[in-house]
């Protein structure tokens, strides 16, 4: 038994059955339920295959049963390929059998109607109650390589072989499943496993990349999902998969659940659930793919070569103009090209006289006049740089048999002085001739973009894995506060108040129901001041001219009072007025923003960005799943552009970074608290200064019903 059939996992079942019985087989291989038994039989599977079909006494050469009870002794696996009325009784036979790995390949349940999902949840309930585990509906099936097994009625196996590998595909898109390995198959990339989750009524994706994270014949898992019911278990998978040195390569396919968008907040509109999305598969270690070219490209690199110790790169080419081609890529792609030391290109004009550049590094078409002296400039720079990273471009080379193959047999004994670095050939090539590449641990892209946009992304995936999130949030944290909520949102008097709880800095305000008051407040705040209306009902006063700044006498705060009410007294729809706000006016700062965004999928998301009334404009911001800690704090500031106008910009003065940290690491903890009501939280402005910061205005509001 291998150590992948002892994997104790509970999907182990459905990937390393000793046997399996087909519910609906049928003798005709073209049909749905033929077309599993004939890949098995195809493929070689060792196991047991069990046909149930009530009118044969065979079926494609293998003895057909009658029912489940029939068959002698146990059954590892069913797969359920009958009409959808009759799946029910299907499964109860599945039960009697004590079968708990069952795969209902069968359509007709909630993708179809109202009472098709009826049918789905009478399945989960009835699969539930007897402990049995259910994949689909409506999947397309499993394929598991190395053992054989192909139970799926995919009719991409029909025109191709999937040889045995270290890449698995795991998607909830039978289509788009069948579209990606037919396309890895025709690459001749090797395939581990294969599975089309359906309809997700019991097993998921993210639940298949958990399975696959511990399966040792599973290099790297591609992933493609519509939609996610649970993301921190979503979470957990990635991170166990990057634990495990498995890198994972993820599309969304189509709108995940996003259920209710906040739009009362900036935070809240300018969120959405694809840069959520993006922001969890960076945090947890994995790489979102936009095609399914990239997918396969990242597969192919991280199969064959090892991830890179640096992100620094040679170039060697026979073409100046490719080299300044991938120079650029490099930059685009956030791979570094810096010049060989002078003593290195020294000793490489001895090897290649007329040798051009210093990292891109020209031979010129002239190379071949020079016996050896392609292999020896490439051994001198591997060895002469701490490089981890080299791009050979060779033109038309890989076509021409009799000048490669020297060349492969040198480029393989550079490959084994080097085993840590990554060596990666560019040029057309035949099928035959890249299989013998990677048998050397080589690796070959016929276009230069794809190859620096494939190996920019195990740089990435090296980097994501050293700065991993640092787990799910804690719900006994200690200090807790526990939320309280009677109305849908707080004034700003109220929302600076429960976030000043927790630590953020709030200037010395005084809420003011008259004039006299404001007069006072701001004979005790010291001018100027600040004038604000205050309400639960209006979220942006900025809008309607609801703040006054500069306020320098109690004359013109008396005015202002006055103007403010007159100003919120003409609004369309009457907001209830809980006073004036009479703030000192703080001068000078970088304006920002701070968030919290409740992403129905993965939770509370604090976000930071450029603040004032530019936030939309410029949507210069990024988020962090909460909990942060104080490392994932100053990444998610050092992530945003105007982060420059912080760190004393073009001779600008530094600005208290270490105070914007700790306030963000406060409204980490707010959101832990009370992301159970919560829908949104915008501090803006939040001025960062040369020492200190200030939140100026925040709106706090929360959902409907708390």
Not at 62 to 67: D, E, G, I, S
Not at 664 to 681: I, M, N, R, T
């Amino acid at each position: 038994m291998t150590s992948a059939t002892m994997n104790s996992h509970s999907l182990n079942q459905f990937f390393n059955p000793r046997s399996v019985a087909i519910i609906g087989a049928s003798s005709d291989p073209a049909k749905l339920g033929g077309r599993p038994i004939r890949f098995l039989l195809e493929a070689g599977y060792e196991g047991d295959i069990y046909p149930i079909n009530r009118r044969a006494e065979t079926v494609q050469g293998l003895k057909a049963y009658a029912c489940l009870a029939d068959i002698p002794g146990d059954v590892d696996q069913a797969l359920i390929i009958v009409p959808a009325s009759a799946a029910l009784d299907a499964l109860q036979d599945c039960i009697a059998k004590n079968i708990k790995a069952v795969q209902v390949l069968s359509s007709g349940f909630s993708e179809e109607s109202a009472h098709g999902l009826v049918r789905q949840n009478q399945l989960v309930d009835l699969a539930k109650r007897h402990g049995v585990r259910l994949l689909g509906p409506n999947c397309l099936g499993i394929v598991s390589v190395r053992n054989r097994y192909f139970a799926t009625f995919s009719t991409a196996l029909e025109a191709l072989t999937p040889s045995p590998g270290g890449i698995s595909f795991a998607t909830q898109s039978g289509a788009f499943g069948s579209c990606a390995y037919a396309q890895a198959i025709q690459r001749g990339l090797g395939i581990a496993r294969i599975v089309a989750t359906g309809n997700e009524a019991d097993i998921d994706v993210t639940e298949c990349i958990d399975f696959l994270a511990s399966d040792t014949q599973t290099k790297v898992i591609c992933a493609a999902i519509e939609g996610c019911r649970d993301g921190n278990r979503l979470r957990a998978a990635l991170l166990k998969a990057a634990a495990a040195g498995k890198p994972v390569v993820l599309m969304k396919v189509g709108s995940s659940v996003t259920g209710q968008q906040a739009v009362a907040t900036h935070t809240g509109a300018i969120a959405g659930n694809d840069r959520i999305f993006d922001v969890v598969c960076q945090e947890c270690g994995a790489w979102r793919a936009y095609s399914i070219e990239e997918m396969l490209d990242i597969a192919y690199v991280c199969t064959q070569l090892p991830l890179p110790a640096n992100d620094c790169a040679s170039i060697i080419t026979v073409s100046g103009g490719i080299g300044v081609l991938m120079a650029d890529d490099a930059e685009r792609y956030g791979v570094k090209v810096p010049a060989v030391s002078e003593h290195l290109q020294q000793q490489a004009r001895k090897v290649v006289p007329f040798l051009v550049g210093v990292n891109p590094l020209d031979t010129t078409a002239q190379i071949g006049a020079i016996k050896q002296g392609l292999p020896d400039l490439i051994d001198l720079v591997i060895g002469g740089t701490e490089f981890a990273i080299h791009f050979i471009y060779l033109a038309q080379i890989p076509c021409d048999p009799g000048r490669f193959l020297p060349l492969l047999e040198q480029l393989a004994a550079i490959r084994t002085n080097y085993p840590e670095r990554l060596i990666v050939l560019v040029g057309p090539s035949e099928e035959s001739l890249r299989k013998q590449l990677e048998q050397q641990g080589l690796v070959i892209f016929a276009d230069p973009g794809r190859a620096m946009r494939a190996v920019a992304a195990l740089c990435e995936l090296k980097r994501r894995w050293l700065t991993l999130h640092p787990g799910l949030p804690d719900p006994v944290r200690p200090g807790r506060h526990r939320p309280d909520v009677g109305k849908p949102a707080l004034n700003e008097w109220q929302a600076k108040r429960l976030l000043a709880q927790y630590g953020l800095p709030v200037p010395i305000e005084a809420l003011c129901e008259s004039a006299a008051e404001a007069v006072a407040a701001s004979r005790d705040i010291g001018y100027p001041v600040v004038a604000k209306i205050v309400s639960s009902n209006i979220q942006h006063k900025t809008e309607f001219g609801g703040v006054l700044l500069n306020l320098q006498n109690a004359g013109q705060v008396q005015e202002a009072f006055e103007q403010l009410l007159e100003a919120a007294g003409q609004l369309s729809d009457k907001p209830s007025i809980e006073g004036v706000l009479i703030a000192p006016m703080i001068k000078g700062g970088i304006e920002t923003i701070l968030g919290i965004h409740i992403d129905p999928t993965f939770g509370p998301m604090v976000m930071f960005g450029l603040g004032g009334v530019a936030v939309e404009l410029y949507d210069d911001v990024a988020f962090a799943s909460v909990p942060l800690s104080k490392a994932r704090a100053g990444q998610l500031v050092r992530s945003v552009r105007a982060c420059r106008l912080l760190t004393g910009w073009r001779g600008q003065k530094m600005h208290d970074i270490q105070a914007l940290e700790s306030a963000l690491l406060s409204l980490s903890d707010f959101a832990q608290d009370w992301a159970p009501v919560l829908e949104g939280v915008d501090i803006n402005p939040f001025v960062v200064m040369e020492s200190g910061t200030a939140c100026l205005d925040a709106v706090i509001s929360f959902r409907k019903g708390t």
